[in-house]
């Protein structure tokens, strides 16, 4: 494997705050998820893996060279941050435009690879309007665009799926799967799970500054199925639907709750709860059934415990 | 990583076809420009700060068609040194305030410093570009309208500016904008860096520079001393000017040494530029 991000003990703390911890990876060509709770530390990650901050112990490389400090590096990297700063009065076109003129391409190619990037995040219809007025998954769009517009080998995005619509997601998920494809490394920041499925399976889940787990998603997915997980339940009977799931072997605990009348169930294997479920749906009238703490803050408190 | 992929390189590497080294700030001060150029307040103020100009024209044109005018109004260094730190001063300030006071502090505040930052360059060449963007405004208002009158009034009386010996003008023109613009470029830029907020930038760059000669007249009232022309940012450039155009130094500043004046001038400029270091740099460690 080519590494071209290279973390070695690199840590960074602000003042008396740690931000990242002592964290050691390697990154080559593909994509690659940075998964954590809010206030992880990915923003962090991702400021030191494109040169942003530089480390205060350890050290951070990237294609070869220490990512604080070589400008030229630049010339192969790509970053959408998770700023929402744009050059409100230029048009789509002018923003990217202008961020590839900071790469030195002349005009004529600066507008060729414009239209290029911008055609695909799909956003081509609206390249002339001024970027003050787009949407949020618009100006998402347009970040994504000047980050791939100069054809980096590396690629930086930090949560690059907020406030876009399934249509655009899917679009943008398949482009970052393609980017990887291709031979590109792509550091994907996200703290929602599913998106990350279709992208990748290879995460770095980070918490607390510190990267806690780092490997393939099938075995994060059998971290987390080890973790017991609260599902809770809407039926039309719902005493009679707790009689015949109390006897499953995975179910941790079964609880009714007299306000709303729900079934709160907490299991350990979900996917064979929720097939003996999908049985008894007809039956005892299930309505609903929804995860309740199948977030990331619980899972990473799991882990940590452990 | 527990699955080890294969990976073939697909993609084509770009190289940027124009060499940035040393030149990597003009696409930011391009592009800065340009900002600001669809602006018609920008526009405006350049047109309003050139009306002093076609004023001093015509007054040129009179003193060609009354010569006895000259003896009321001569045209001579001082006219040229007054063309530039008269009304023309007000326009410049003016100028850094609109021009200058958002241009690091907006990049700062909505974090757009990582838009450059994530690009070859270095900080260097960031805050050259804004500085270029800045310099270039306030020529628009100080170097160059006086540039245009000195040519202007050379050809409208040449016999009275004809004579080579009047192109010393030029570089003395030049020379006093370096004197103007630089120091007031650096402390609005470093101020755009230490506020964030554009408007308390503006208003802090109001306030340092007519405080400053608030306080310059309230010591030198007091000790009668020519050396509180050092506290006010305006009389030191003056003072350093009227060096520059060997024109008699206003009352409150007259024994100041003119070397002392562009000295402190050196040395702001340098403390704003070491601000600019460490704020703009601050913004990537504290976040």
Redesign the interface.
Do not use: F, N, W
């Given at each position: 494997m080519t590494a071209r991000v290279v973390f070695e003990k690199a840590s960074r703390w602000y003042g008396p705050v740690m931000a990242l911890n002592d964290v050691s990876f390697e990154l080559g060509p593909g994509v690659y998820g940075l998964l954590g709770p809010n206030g992880a530390g990915k923003s962090s990650l991702l400021k030191l893996a494109s040169g942003q901050l530089r480390p205060s112990q350890g050290s951070v490389r990237l294609l070869g060279r220490p990512a604080f400090g070589s400008p030229d590096v630049f010339h192969s990297v790509g970053l959408c941050s998770d700023t929402d700063a744009l050059f409100e009065d230029f048009t789509g076109l002018q923003f990217v435009m202008a961020l590839l003129s900071l790469n030195g391409f002349d005009r004529a190619t600066s507008e060729k690879l414009a239209i290029e990037a911008i055609e695909t995040v799909d956003l081509k219809d609206a390249m002339h309007r001024k970027v003050g007025g787009y949407s949020k998954g618009m100006r998402q769009r347009i970040k994504l665009a000047q980050s791939l517009a100069h054809k980096p080998e590396v690629l930086f995005l930090d949560e690059p799926l907020t406030g876009m619509d399934p249509q655009n997601r899917k679009r943008i998920s398949d482009l970052m799967k393609r980017l990887g494809d291709e031979g590109r490394t792509v550091l994907v920041s996200t703290h929602i799970l599913h998106e990350l499925e279709q992208v990748t399976q290879r995460v770095l889940l980070i918490h607390n500054g510190r990267v806690l787990a780092e490997g393939n998603l099938r075995e994060i997915r059998d971290l987390l199925d080890r973790h017991p997980r609260s599902v809770r339940l809407q039926a039309r009977d719902p005493r009679g639907l707790a009689r015949e799931l109390v006897g499953l072997p995975d179910l941790v605990s079964l609880n009714m709750e007299d306000a709303t009348g729900h079934l709160v169930a907490e299991i350990r294997k979900p996917d064979a709860f929720f097939s003996r479920v999908q049985e008894l749906a007809a039956v005892h009238g299930v309505q609903e059934m929804w995860v309740t703490d199948e977030n990331l803050e619980s899972v990473f408190s799991y882990l940590v415990s452990k | 990583?527990?699955?080890?992929?294969i990976?073939?390189?697909?993609?084509?590497?770009?190289?940027?076809?124009?060499?940035?080294r040393g030149q990597?700030w003009i696409?930011?001060a391009?592009?800065g420009l340009k900002?600001l150029v669809?602006f018609r307040a920008y526009l405006g103020l350049i047109a309003i700060a050139w009306l002093p100009t076609f004023g001093r024209l015509v007054q040129v044109y009179f003193t060609t068609r009354f010569p006895e005018a000259r003896r009321i109004a001569p045209i001579d260094d001082k006219f040229f040194f007054d063309a530039s730190t008269g009304i023309q001063l007000v326009f410049m300030l003016l100028m850094a305030a609109y021009a200058g006071a958002g241009l690091i502090a907006n990049?700062m505040r909505?974090?757009?410093?990582?838009?450059?930052?994530?690009?070859?360059?270095?900080l260097g060449?960031y805050i050259f570009g804004k500085a270029a963007i800045l310099l270039v405004s306030l020529s628009m208002v100080t170097l160059i309208p006086n540039l245009v009158l000195f040519l202007g009034a050379r050809s409208l009386a040449p016999d009275v500016l004809g004579a080579p010996v009047h192109l010393i003008l030029i570089p003395k023109i030049i020379a006093l904008s370096l004197v103007l613009t630089l120091p007031t470029a650096g402390l609005v830029l470093a101020l755009s860096t230490l506020a964030r907020n554009p408007r308390f930038a503006g208003l802090g760059f109001f306030f340092i520079f007519a405080g400053s000669s608030v306080a310059q007249v309230i010591a030198w009232r007091a000790t009668r001393s020519p050396y509180a022309g050092l506290i006010s940012i305006q009389a030191t450039m003056r003072r350093a000017g009227e060096a520059i155009f060997a024109v008699k130094p206003a009352r409150m500043t007259a024994d100041l040494p003119p070397e002392l004046a562009i000295v402190t001038l050196v040395a702001m400029c340098l403390v704003c530029l070491a601000v600019l270091k460490t704020r703009v740099r601050a913004v990537?460690?504290?976040?």
């Open positions: - | 990583m527990s699955t080890t992929q990976y073939e390189q697909h993609y084509r590497r770009l190289d940027a076809s124009i060499p940035l990597r696409p930011i391009r592009e900002a669809s990049d909505t974090g757009g410093l990582l838009l450059y930052l994530s690009r070859p360059l270095t060449d990537e460690i504290v976040k």
